[in-house]
């Protein structure tokens, strides 16, 4: 997904057709100059984000089907994580399923 804003990061989750799959898009993203992550739910359910690492700020952010405003994003203290990958991990309800992001989803910490 594009940003609108250059500090705002867009992440979509989506449920594929009528499966049990549901899929995190971009599957990665770079956090370089991110000060929010926001995730668009389009799963038909509710959804739980797990940022499980203090580096970025620990979160369980629960969402419902339809998120509006600042309800629907976690705000970022950037640290310096040396390129590091963050793996985290998108619940969603409808599917009684972990979301992918290609394999896990994965933030990279400049």
Not at 18 to 43: A, Y
Not at 60 to 74: A, E, Q, S, V, W
Not at 75 to 89: I, L, R, S, T, W
């Amino acid at each position: 997904m594009e940003n609108k804003n250059s500090s705002v990061q867009e992440v979509l989750i989506k449920r594929v057709d009528n499966t049990k799959i549901c899929v995190v898009i971009p599957g990665s993203f770079h956090l370089k100059g991110i000060t929010r992550v926001e995730w668009i739910n389009e799963t038909g359910g509710e959804i739980d984000v797990l940022v499980p690492d203090n580096r970025v700020g620990a979160k369980r952010k629960h969402l419902p089907h339809k998120p509006t405003g600042l309800d629907k994003g976690i705000d970022f203290v950037q640290q310096n994580g040396n390129g590091e990958k963050y793996p985290y991990a998108v619940y969603c309800h409808a599917t009684g399923s972990f979301a992918y992001g290609g394999s896990e989803p994965e933030m990279i910490v400049p």
